[in-house]
């Protein structure tokens, strides 16, 4: 009876002393499942089940004032629905998803943050132990497909008024509801690349917490990749595309880290991947994933190096310097190797650029007045390599407009590097004959 009670002030608007109705009806189940019968919770889960249908209509009529208790009331019901889900049975199999689904909806329009990623973490969660027969397929896919186009939208439009943490919590999990749905590693890694692009560095007192989440999202990615990964050996000819995909992920989290000043989490993912290498088959033809996992260790090493120097002193850096002359030639070497291929990489093109950020910043710096003429030669080396694979990429590849315009645009922010750094040999070499 006093659930029917509370249906029905839910029904009537009166939504003042939800939270604690429902605390004292739920709360028993919630806090001592053990104790209760199959049928007990089939009683319970079902009512928790009317409650967010009777939720839908209520929604889009609730007053502001009250709209936390309505959201507090509906996370009560979800869990109980978690917890008694072995002992619910419906004519529909997806009732509970599609009503979720509907107040996700409407709850993203004028819930609050915590709201939606909450209900959306619920909704995902009976989504993965669902179990369906072919005929419910497509309405799973459609929603699916909604859920992630609602949180991706959800994203976009809270970018202004919201911190990046939050967008990016919130573009974590559009990613989850996405490869519910679509298992292809590329699109998925390009989806990754639009998250870290957008994800702005804000508030110091964010930025730790914003370099955690972070890593749980690549956590995430990197977990459903490697579940592509296996689930491509029935089709040997995927698995080097899955494994490359792979690869360019962590290079795109290395350049968020590094543009985050978090190089010391940079270096260690770097030697993450440098040790999954080692542990890889020991011939690497030059198109194989060992192979250009090899590359971009050494091109992000050089960039970890670069990246330090600008906050050192400047005296006493001829180590450093003999170093990096070192690591740059090493570095243009496995280039050149590369080269000799059918095309390039995208994650070692995303090195090379994350390695002529850091010299662009190093070039600027005072520090750079004090580099031996050995550096800026290799520098050069370095510069004039990358560009040209750059351009060879446009041209054996057949790439659509926005991708050509893109590697175009790289190149000429290369070649504006490039000059310079030449500019300065010349400079160097004027003033050492005049001398």
């Known amino acids: ?79 109980c629905i978690h917890q008694t889900w072995e002992h619910l049975n419906f004519k529909e199999p997806l009732t509970v998803q599609k009503v979720v689904y509907h107040i996700l909806t409407r709850g993203s329009k004028k819930g609050s943050l915590r709201f939606v990623l909450e209900l959306a973490q619920h909704l995902f969660k009976l989504l993965q132990r669902t179990k369906l027969d072919s005929s419910e397929s497509q309405t799973l896919l459609s929603i699916v497909k909604n859920c992630y186009a609602t949180l991706w939208n959800y994203a976009m439009q809270g970018e202004n008024g919201s911190n990046s943490l939050e967008m990016l919590m919130i573009r974590q999990l559009a990613l989850q509801f996405y490869t519910l749905q679509n ?116 091109v992000c090493e050089a960039a970890v190096l670069v990246k330090e120097i600008p906050l050192m002193k400047c005296e006493g850096l001829q180590k450093i310097w003999n170093n990096l002359n070192r690591d740059l030639k090493e ?5 050149r190797e590369q080269k000799n291929t059918t095309s390039t990489e ?51 590849q057949d790439l659509g407009k926005k991708s050509s315009q893109i590697l175009k645009g790289k190149e000429i922010e290369a070649r504006t590097l490039q000059l310079t750094v030449l500019l300065e040999r010349l400079i160097r070499t004027q003033m050492s004959s005049g001398s």
């Open 1 to 79: 009876m006093a659930g029917e009670l509370i249906i029905e002030d839910l029904k009537n608007g009166q939504i003042h002393s939800l939270g604690l109705l429902l605390k004292d009806y739920l709360g028993p189940l919630l806090e001592n499942p053990n104790v209760f019968s199959a049928t007990e919770k089939s009683h319970y889960g079902m009512f928790c089940v009317r409650f967010l249908h009777a939720s839908v209509v209520t929604l889009d009529a609730v007053e502001a004032s009250v709209v936390d208790e309505l959201w507090s009331s509906i996370e009560s019901c979800l869990q």
């Open 183 to 298: 298992r292809d590693p590329h699109e998925l890694v390009e989806k990754v690349k639009v998250v870290l692009t957008r994800c702005v560095i804000g508030r110091k007192m964010l930025h730790d917490q914003l370099i955690d989440c972070c890593m749980r999202f690549r956590k995430s990615v990197t977990d459903v990749l490697g579940e592509m990964i296996a689930e491509s050996h029935q089709n040997s000819d995927q698995v080097p595309e899955c494994q490359k995909a792979f690869l360019l992920t962590e290079v795109y989290f290395i350049q968020f880290l590094m543009k985050c000043k978090a190089t010391d989490k940079a270096t260690l993912l770097i030697k993450e991947v440098k040790n999954q290498n080692a542990e890889g088959c020991s011939s690497r033809p030059k198109d194989s994933a060992n192979f250009v996992s090899e590359v971009c260790v050494c």
């Open 331 to 335: 570095t243009t070497s496995v280039l």
């Open 346 to 396: 995208s994650a070692i093109l995303e090195s090379c650029s994350l390695l002529k950020a850091e010299l662009d910043v190093l070039v600027k710096s005072k520090c750079f007045q004090e580099a031996t003429s050995e550096v800026i030669d290799s520098i050069a080396q370095f510069m004039e390599t990358y560009i040209t694979l750059l351009r060879e990429n446009c041209l054996k």
